[in-house]
């Protein structure tokens, strides 16, 4: 339907790579032209050259439209469940000490952050008030669904009935088939836009623990590191970091050591510094 070449492709690559850090390998050519066909369709433009062109002159709406097409959000609740059970051993251990952040920095369609908030509900009952979670995503379309907190009911056909019970509603009428988390579910968590290569980010320290699952894979050593690193300055002493079953920090390993399956705690450096740092705030 529209002539893509790799000049094009190129273009592409170093556009998205510059923009949000993802690394877009030549396997990716043809997912590249099915996903941005759609959006020469909606804008009326006839060739990729023309609508590289409206990027290239910073069109606002085009470039989140572009960056939300170009993002992938394969996600399901308590997708990678081994970390969970740990989730609910560290809440438990900091009960009382002080209030309780957690980021999930992909949260893509909202199954992840639920899949925290439930399992801290069920870990500490009423006092899940002392949890915060704050959940981010680059791509806008996705947080839209994940604040709405309405999915499928074919999303938590997996899920233990009990679980479900106890922390879905189900839909009615025009809803039927539907289900929606429950609303204490919701109140835990702060949804936002944020982009991991920018130099500002809305999520501030100190944290307890960062998701950031299956995120690493699109980005190259390099950018990898850089968020590694800003990744620090944020985490608590004791905090952890929640990576993907497929992602390996080992080149960052000044800054973290792996703890137990694809958990990492801070390195003994970056923990001196944070600690050193912890006692400074509380003089």
């Not at 606002?60 to 992938?72: G, H, I, K, Q, V």
């Not at 509900?121 to 915060?132: F, K, Y």
């Not at 979670?133 to 806008?140: G, R």
């Not at 997996?158 to 988390?181: C, E, I, N, S, Y």
Request: aromatic residues 10%; proline residues 3%.
């Amino acid at each position: 339907e529209f002539h893509f070449t790799k000049q094009d492709f190129d273009r592409v690559c170093k556009l998205i790579y510059d923009h949000a850090g993802i690394s877009l390998s030549e396997s990716k050519q043809e997912l590249v032209y099915s996903r941005l066909s759609r959006r020469l369709r909606a804008t009326g433009i006839d060739t990729f050259t023309e609508y590289l062109a409206l990027l290239e002159s910073n069109d606002a709406t085009e470039w989140e439209a572009f960056t939300n097409s170009l993002t992938t959000n394969l996600t399901s609740f308590f997708r990678e469940p081994h970390h969970f059970p740990l989730l609910a051993e560290q809440v438990k251990s900091l009960r009382g000490k002080h209030p309780i952040v957690l980021w999930c920095s992909a949260a893509s369609t909202g199954e992840e952050p639920y899949s925290m908030a439930m399992t801290v509900l069920d870990a500490l009952g009423r006092d899940a008030s002392q949890v915060s979670i704050v959940a981010t995503d680059l791509d806008t379309n996705v947080l839209a669904t994940a604040r709405a907190g309405v999915y499928p009911e074919e999303r938590i056909a997996k899920l233990a009935p009990d679980l479900v019970k106890r922390h879905f509603l189900r839909g009615t009428g025009l809803q039927q088939g539907m289900v929606r988390v429950r609303q204490e579910l919701r109140d835990m968590i702060t949804f936002r836009q944020l982009n991991l290569l920018h130099d500002n980010w809305s999520v501030r320290a100190p944290v307890d623990g960062i998701f950031c699952r299956n995120v690493m894979i699109y980005f190259d050593k390099q950018t990898q590191l850089a968020i590694l690193k800003k990744f620090v300055p944020l985490l608590r002493s004791d905090g952890l970091l929640y990576a993907g079953h497929s992602e390996s920090f080992h080149h960052a390993d000044e800054y973290f050591k792996l703890r137990g399956k694809t958990v990492y705690e801070l390195s003994a450096k970056a923990r001196a510094r944070c600690t050193a740092e912890e006692a400074r705030q509380r003089r």
